[in-house]
């Protein structure tokens, strides 16, 4: 089963490096997106679940988000499924973040922050993070899936004999 991956930022003196962690979705996302690109124009929920080992439920999940974000489109009926509708070329990693957990925000005091910060009147620090953000935004839109392919097909190979769409009865 696929795990999380760390990113690793070194703030202040570069002593203490503080773990960045993408959601599992966020992982399963990038996981599908790359089935999607590997395999049939069209594939289904199932046969991306077959294909990649993660479960099902997740995979739908994991589609009707990205539909709603723009990066997939789906088509239902016998013929139905699901494809990109760019290439992995033209995905940016902050893009699929953003479609899965929202805008990249550190803390909670950073402009676009889902969560609003208890402390923001007394801090010091308050808005003080956007710099730091803003350098890790422009790297993770810097990054496509295309650019992390090789390491996403080391990790995630193809079963053998599974197959993109399930066999029709």
Known sequence: ?????????LLGDGCDPV?????????????????LARGEA????????????????TVAKVLKILAAGGLV??????????????????????????????PIALTACVEGSLIACEQQGSCMMSGRWARVNEAIQQALEGITLADMIEDAVTHYPVREGAAARPAAE
Not at 3 to 9: A, D, M, W
Not at 19 to 35: E, F, G, P
Request: positive net charge.
């Open 42 to 57: 069209m594939q289904t929920a199932p046969g991306i679940a077959l294909a990649t080992m993660v479960p099902e439920p």
């Open 1 to 9: 089963m696929p795990s999380i991956r760390t990113v690793e930022v």
């Open 19 to 35: 773990m960045l962690r993408l959601s599992k979705l966020t992982d399963y996302a990038v996981v599908v997106l790359v089935q």
């Open 73 to 102: 489109a789906s088509l239902r009926g016998a013929r139905g499924g699901y494809r990109l509708l760019r290439p992995l070329a033209a995905i940016p990693v902050a893009e699929v973040i953003a479609a899965v957990d929202g």
